[in-house]
């Protein structure tokens, strides 16, 4: 299996599941994340100090603002929705495993994700549909992992003819 990320075999928004390959790995995205972002979703959904104020950002061991790890897979997902899940046959997930924060995210840094298909195998109760394992990693502007994880996705099968 090759490391290198590669462009995905048909177009993102026409893929059913049978398009994605166990093995296939693509990257996408350059999202700036900006301190204005990082606060306002920290106010909202994260008000932690060192996420919303910047006096005591810089007194925490963070020494600085840092976006929530939720902001921070808030961006991976909409990277994912915009250059890799299918609209034409995503089915939601069932959840998530393994994730983990590795680095703050800080504002400035650029984000991208690399995603690879590490299973997959259509439903046994269910013919129109099977289940896809995604490992995330996103990734900042120093080629460092920030947050990694595993999920299940489901997907449509390709019609029958």
Excluded: C
Excluded at 2 to 20: G, I, N
Excluded at 24 to 53: L, N, S
Excluded at 89 to 118: A, C, F, H, N, Y
Aim: glycine share 8%; aromatic share 10%; proline share 8%.
């Amino acid at each position: 299996m090759s490391t290198q990320p590669q462009t995905a075999p048909v177009p993102y928004r026409e893929r059913y599941f049978e398009d994605y390959p166990i093995g296939e790995i693509v990257e996408f995205g350059d999202q700036e994340v900006t301190e204005d972002e990082i606060v306002g979703f920290a106010q909202r959904y994260d008000p932690q100090p060192f996420h919303t104020d910047r006096k005591a950002a810089s007194d925490s061991i963070y020494g600085g603002i840092i976006a929530s790890g939720w902001m921070t897979g808030s961006i991976a997902m909409r990277l994912m929705v915009d250059h890799y899940i299918s609209p034409l046959s995503s089915m939601g997930s069932p959840g998530i495993d393994e994730l983990r924060w590795l680095k703050p995210v800080r504002p400035g840094d650029r984000l991208r994700v690399r995603v690879t298909v590490i299973d997959s195998r259509p439903s046994q109760s269910k013919p129109d549909r099977g289940m896809i394992l995604l490992s995330w990693e996103v990734i900042n502007q120093k080629a460092e992992n920030v947050l990694t994880m595993k999920a299940w996705g489901m997907y449509r099968r390709r019609p029958q003819a």
